[in-house]
């Protein structure tokens, strides 16, 4: 069986696994037709497999100046975990043993989900888009993007604008392009017990729905031992009365969100665009952390360093139009600092 995605008409997948699991980005299936000719292709086998004979091996990784590709082979706790990555620019090829998709490999630390993750980055990026950690939503063609780390509010804050009439782009990852538009990117959040008891009512997601979780957090509240054996609430924005999303959307509004006194400054791009960065750098699979790519770019026309300074670029031209802020406040109520920066200009 295979599947498919279609990343907005940038990266194309056929794959024989299915890929919607951390950390790769959100991913809504779709029919093959969709997909036309893919420029992703990723195949999980059995055995993978190839001569190494006059290859050059770097500590189980084999390779040729110029050749392309990339085999990785060893025998991890008497199974095998092989993987070969061929063409990263044009049309890929990923082929890897099961093992690969269940366990961290020491040498490489990461698996299989890890490198493909960082290949649909690069293949964004080179094409002039970039995942940013935050939320975005739009109001008359006009939307406001809320980067974060984890915790502080995004998926909440997202739930209150869509109440005030917005529409939903994104409420964790945001797919953004160098002309200052973000792309619709939804996966089902999860938010804390905490503040799910806090701010979710009956009313938003139905009574026996919402008993059965608040109980639960509640629970965990008072026993936070217990959070290994409770997980998360999901919050599905989109199953929500009224709620609606949409494909694109100009962002006119891009700010930070972190915990600590009140605060609305308005910054320069090249600041919002560092501080977006080190938000991605810590919250986000990270092309530079991934060694097998180190590996590939060492015997080809690979250069890392590149792709990161393009994905600068594409971010300092998606901030171009933007107004830009740093907000701050001690209780995640962001709403009244929106209200002043966006809503009311």
């Keep these: 069986m295979n599947y498919y995605y279609n990343i907005h008409g940038i990266v194309k997948i056929d794959s024989n696994i299915p890929l919607g699991i951390e950390p790769i980005s959100p991913l809504q299936e779709c029919g093959k037709g969709d997909v036309g000719e893919p ?17 050059s091996n770097v500590d189980r990784f084999y390779s040729k100046r110029g050749g392309n590709f990339l085999y990785f082979k060893d025998i991890y706790y008497k199974r095998k975990y092989n993987i070969l990555l061929k063409n990263i620019d044009g049309k890929t090829e990923i082929h890897a043993t099961k093992p690969t998709t269940r366990m961290v490999h020491k040498v490489l ?40 780390f984890c915790g502080v509010g995004k998926t909440m804050t997202s739930f209150y604008l869509l109440k005030e009439g917005f529409e939903y782009i994104s409420d964790d990852m945001t797919l953004a392009d160098d002309k200052g538009f973000a792309y ?12 799910f008891i806090r701010f ?4 938003d997601i ?22 290994w054996f409770f997980p998360l609430p999901k ?17 006119k509004v891009a700010c930070t969100l972190e915990i600590g006194d009140k605060q609305i400054k308005e910054v320069s791009k090249e600041y919002l665009a560092k501080k977006i960065l080190e938000i991605n750098e810590y919250s986000l699979e990270r092309i530079d952390k991934n060694r097998l790519l180190w590996i590939y770019a060492y015997f080809n026309d690979f250069d890392i360093t590149e792709i990161e300074e393009m994905e600068r670029r594409n971010l300092l031209n998606f901030l171009d139009g933007c107004r830009c802020y740093s907000l701050a406040c001690n209780d995640q109520n962001w709403i009244p600092l929106i209200k002043e920066i966006y809503m009311e200009k």
């Design 200 to 203: 979710v009512s009956p009313q």
């Design 235 to 251: 919050f599905d924005l989109l199953k929500l009365d009224n709620s609606k999303s949409i494909e694109k959307s100009k962002v």
């Design 206 to 227: 139905g009574k026996w729905k919402y008993y059965k979780i608040s109980l639960r957090s509640w629970i965990v509240e008072r026993n936070p031992a217990l959070m």
């Design 184 to 195: 619709f990117s939804y996966s089902p959040s999860t938010v804390s017990h905490e503040d």
């Design 109 to 148: 630390k990461g698996n299989l989900y890890n490198l493909i993750s960082t290949i649909i980055q690069i293949k964004l990026i080179k094409a002039g888009y970039l995942y940013i950690h935050g939320a975005c939503l739009s109001k008359s063609d006009s939307a406001i993007l809320l980067a974060a």
């Design 39 to 55: 420029n992703l292709v990723i195949r999980v086998e059995k055995d993978v497999s190839m001569p190494t004979g006059g290859l």
